[in-house]
């Protein structure tokens, strides 16, 4: 346990923000779901983008790593480019 004023706050500040990320992760999660789910390739474009620019927020942010960002980008975008 904490034994210092300080070290209390730090627990108190990483679980915020453990919760936070994992609220985070959840959402990054159900959007990649929406873009692969996707059928139509014009809808799917639509959500690439909005799912796009949210994974460059959590890389930016430090909630993913940059790498787990880029791969991901590319694995949709390729899936993407694939519809008809």
Known sequence: ??????AEKRARQAK????????WKS???????RVRS???KAKAK????????????LAAK???HKNTASNQKSSLTKLVNSLK
């Open 62 to 64: 430090g909630v993913i």
């Open 46 to 57: 639509a959500e690439l983008n909005k799912t796009v620019k949210m994974l460059d927020q």
């Open 16 to 23: 915020v923000r453990t919760a936070r990320n994992a609220q």
């Open 27 to 33: 959402r990054m999660r159900n959007a990649i779901k």
């Open 1 to 6: 346990m904490a034994q210092h004023k300080s």
């Open 38 to 40: 996707t059928t139509d």
